[in-house]
């Protein structure tokens, strides 16, 4: 089984069309876990209308106080997330295609897999991923995300400890990813969020990067 | 305010598996806005320090705690106490500052694919007292 672990904000239509999609293209293998922020009216009205109305997979929503981020949201889902085998860093901005699940679970690995959004992708990490529950707990810290970043550089944190121990693997899968920043999706309010945590958070990722990703934060798997 | 790890006693925030730290270390958790301190582990060897601190300092990252003054504060006190255990117990392996989450859940659903579930009377009071009233 997979968590998938959705952080949203601000954009019900989007995550409803994720939600169908996931419905749709997943052949039950997994679990749904949204996190949405408490003023967030718009969006926990939509999931709960959508709960309502035949959705076939299991789903939670978690409503959290005041404003977290994304990383935040990532790591409460996985820290309450059932004791199933894989979680997943998913978003409200990717799109979950045919069979996904069981392509990706097939996919020889060691525990990790990076979701790629094309199949031309030749990035140096993607953007989301999944992995076991006992690899983040041996390669990863315990955790989902490294929690002292706030928006960006987690996904390459990972990748890097992954590929230094020889242990990264796209999954066959192609899951696309319609972010602003590939100019495949159109901006708003909750990219120019997230924007105005990059320079930050990049430095912190050089600065981890140097001191060798150590597991200075608490483990919760 | 002198934030070296011995000055006070406030024992009921600290616990240890550590004989020698059990006798002689405490620790200000008041002042330094600490809720708990548990150091456990071997002595000589690998310890473990658990810190849980009264305000959200995994939200913001160690070294981006709130700006706040209190929290700027804590954070400064935290260190002088790190770099005061470190210079007693030069011995010791590993020492890691690990920090909670403390965010706080408000309401969780739950979907049966015909209604809404909230999962807690707390959570449906909540549905009932912000979401229905807007």
Known sequence: MINVIIPTLGRPHRLISTLQGLKENSKGLVEVIIIADEKDRETIEAVCNYG????TIPLELRVLKGHPTPIEKWNHGARNAKDVEWIMLAADDIVFTHKWDI?????????FLALRDSPTSEKHFEPHYMATRDWLRTNNGGVLACPHYKHWCPDVEIADRARALGHYVVSEAIIPHNHVIFETASNDATYEKGKAHYAEDLALLHKRQIQGYLNDFESYL | MNYMLSILLVINCFTTNIEQFRAEETVDCES???KTLDINGTYPGDITVTITYNFNLAANGRLQIANTP???EAYRGAVKANEAFRHKYPKVALY??????TVNELCRFSFNGKHSLPTSAKCAAWVENTISND
């Open chain 2, 96 to 101: 890691t500052i690990i920090m909670r989450d």
């Open chain 1, 52 to 55: 309502s109305t035949g959705v």
């Open chain 1, 103 to 111: 392509i990706s679970v097939a996919t020889p690995n060691y525990g």
């Open chain 2, 32 to 34: 330094l806005l600490i």
């Open chain 2, 70 to 72: 209190a929290a700027m």
